[in-house]
């Protein structure tokens, strides 16, 4: 059975449910007395259309002496549970992902754990919590370069939930009267072996990371660090500040001991280069009068690549393509899903997303338009969205995706030259 068969029954199972419990409804005392439990999440269903760029390098090195489709057209369903239980001084919490999709090329099934975290709270300001968790670090809205300890976002759709990894962590947090409000203290430790948190990095090592946090008058700072683990020592800080109710800005700065890049020459030859660096970032986010909200973010990643490395490598590719060296090929392909075709492999971006409620009167509907723009080679993403919340429990949304750039360009190297998806939510 296809997965849109899958999502069309499960859309009829959800409504009917809906139905049958408005027709029974009946007012009962207890139903308003507070609980200590909380069940929801949403089912989510996509379809969209991929068209391909059929020369980019990222379909020359997927379909390796094939001739990539012209386009593909995607189902995607998605159940996402999540829950808490809380009993004095005892709380736990869960969020399951379960994921579907079908396309002309393959069909997958999918389910993660997203978090199971137990918490206990022994006295006022002390937490304690272990488990898996989504640890989030960083003020940043598309970029995090201090988010150590927590898998990266995806900037074109930086809200939605991501995995955890298995830690303990404790939050000791202090009031105070003075020019410092806050201060926080958060101690994570994070245990990596063949079987718990293997994706982390070297095995057999534990990892201990650290956030300070305090407000300083009207300023949130973090103070974040990572010992020498399964990765190498980092840290960093980050900072907010409410210039007034409408005007936010905010930063991030992380120091990396030792990065790893691995470069490829025209005609196809790797070598890599192992360094310090900087990743940093500068943004603010401003709502205007009419309710329209402006993000802006400066990136730098002072390890990311230059547009001739950039350059260097689609080179390479487009050559070994022309010569039919399958054998470079695949080592093109290993080399560059870890580089050069991960998201955002470069130095310098700059993110712009405008979002507006209800314009023109139009009720129930925000409009969006995101921009990710590559400073160093002119190649951008634009992401005109517009989304529709007039049904109780129902989200729908129209989103497209369209690349732009000159050839051996980051955007214009990627799979899809264009994406249209419709997606429809109903949280439960």
Known sequence: MKVSQHVFMLMLFLLSGYSIAAEEFSFDVSSYQKKNYR??????????????????????????????????????????????????????????????????????????????????QPATGITLETGKKAIKWGKG????????????????????????????????????????????????????????????G????????????????????????????????????????????????????????????????????????????TRWLLGLRYLTDNDTTIIAEYYRNNSGYSTSEMKSFFTAVDS????????????????????????NPGKEYLYLRLSTKEPFDWVYFVPAMTVIYNLGDNSYSLLPEIMYTGLENLELRFKATLLYGDNNSEFIEKRNEQKYEFRLRYFF
């Open 39 to 120: 069940l929801g999440g949403y089912f989510d269903y996509s379809l969209n259309y991929q068209k391909l760029n059929q020369d980019a390098a990222a379909n020359v090195l997927f379909f390796i002496n094939q001739t990539p489709p012209d386009s593909l057209t995607q189902h995607t369903g998605i159940i996402e549970l999540n829950g808490d239980y809380k009993q004095d001084k005892w709380q736990a919490r869960f969020n399951f992902h379960a994921e579907a999709y079908d396309n002309e090329l393959v069909s997958e099934q999918q389910g993660v754990l997203y978090e199971a975290v137990a918490t206990y």
């Open 141 to 200: 809205y598309a970029w995090n370069p201090v988010g150590f300890v927590e898998r990266p976002k995806d900037p074109n759709d930086p809200y939605i939930s991501r995995e955890g990894y298995v830690v303990a962590t404790a939050d000791i947090i202090k009031s105070f009267t003075g020019d410092i409000k806050t201060l926080a203290f958060t101690p994570v430790f994070l245990p990596v072996t063949d079987k718990i948190n293997e994706d982390f």
């Open 202 to 277: 070297q095995v057999e090592s534990n990892n201990i990371a650290a956030k300070l946090y305090l407000l300083y008058k009207d300023t949130d700072i973090d103070i974040v660090f990572l010992n020498q683990g399964s990765r190498s020592l980092r840290y960093g800080f980050d900072f907010a500040k409410n210039i007034n109710t409408k005007f936010e800005v905010h930063g991030e700065w992380a120091y990396f001991d030792k990065v790893t890049t691995q470069f490829v020459s025209d005609s196809g030859i790797i070598s890599s280069e192992t360094d310090s660096t």
């Open 320 to 343: 070994a393509s022309a010569s039919n060296n399958t054998a470079l090929l695949t080592t093109l392909a290993t080399v560059g899903s870890k580089t050069f075709l991960t998201r």
